[in-house]
Antibody
Framework: EVQLVESGGGLVQPGRSLRLSCATSGFTFDDYAMHWVRQAPGKGLEWVSGVSWNSGSIGYADSVKGRFTISRDNAKNSLYLQMNSLRAEDTALYYC??????????????WGQGTLVTVSS | DIQMTQSPSSLSASVGDRVTITCRASQSISSYLNWYQQKPGKAPKLLIYGASSLQSGVSSRFSGSGSGTDFTLIISSLQPEDFATYYCQQSYSTRPLTFGGGTKVEIK
């Protein structure tokens, strides 16, 4: 069974940093691209970032480019999102998600349950 | 960026109804269109990929069609467990991936 378990969310002040982690199991992690997708309270889904199996291909939403960094550790079956210079508009539930393919194909096949990030003073 | 527009934004329907949700892309995306279902407090779930391919384990009462810029998700006979919000998403351009605004299906 595919499992994606996010952690690292919490309350943080504007301008500060936070690092999200996603521990995975139930599939061969380095055979798939991975994504972070967020959902602000009461709002729709917004893709944040994606990374191919070997980190050779990475993409970011314009809204986070230059502030967020996605990474993965295939030896630890884990995905990360380093979030710097956080803003109030980054407040959201952040989902870790598995792509259907090894490259950034964009079909998000499985989703974790999310970790909540709240940016507020 | 490719903009995705869903309609309607919400609808009320009864159990057994046929429900149609549409999604329009701001440019041609061939068949790179996916549909997700999200129930309150839960993570989204992939229903349809490639415009018309049913994800494994998903009920056959869900179907998808379309290509280019116009796409449709059909629920052939609405069941109580189908009341949820549905999102379309394009994967023609993966930088960025973009979602529609969602369609909330409520009980009439």
């Amino acid at each position: 069974e595919v499992q994606l378990v996010e952690s690292g969310g919490g309350l943080v002040q504007p301008g500060r940093s936070l690092r999200l982690s996603c521990a995975t199991s139930g599939f061969t992690f380095d055979d798939y691209a991975m994504h972070w997708v967020r959902q602000a309270p009461g709002k729709g889904l917004e893709w944040v970032s994606g990374v191919s199996w070997n980190s050779g291909s990475i993409g970011y939403a314009d809204s986070v480019k230059g502030r967020f960094t996605i990474s993965r550790d295939n030896a630890k079956n884990s995905l990360y999102l380093q979030m710097n210079s956080l803003r109030a508009e980054d407040t959201a539930l952040y989902y870790c998600a598995k792509d259907q393919r090894i490259t950034l194909f964009g079909v998000v096949e499985y989703w974790g349950q999310g970790t909540l990030v709240t940016v507020s003073s | 960026d490719i903009q995705m527009t869903q309609s309607p934004s919400s609808l009320s329907a009864s159990v057994g109804d046929r429900v149609t949700i549409t999604c329009r892309a701001s440019q041609s995306i061939s068949s790179y269109l996916n549909w997700y279902q999200q129930k309150p407090g839960k993570a989204p779930k992939l229903l349809i990929y490639g415009a018309s391919s049913l994800q494994s384990g998903v009920s056959s009462r869900f179907s998808g069609s379309g290509s280019g810029t116009d796409f449709t998700l059909i629920i052939s006979s609405l069941q109580p467990e189908d009341f949820a919000t549905y999102y379309c998403q394009q994967s023609y351009s993966t930088r960025p991936l973009t979602f529609g605004g969602g369609t909330k299906v409520e009980i009439k």
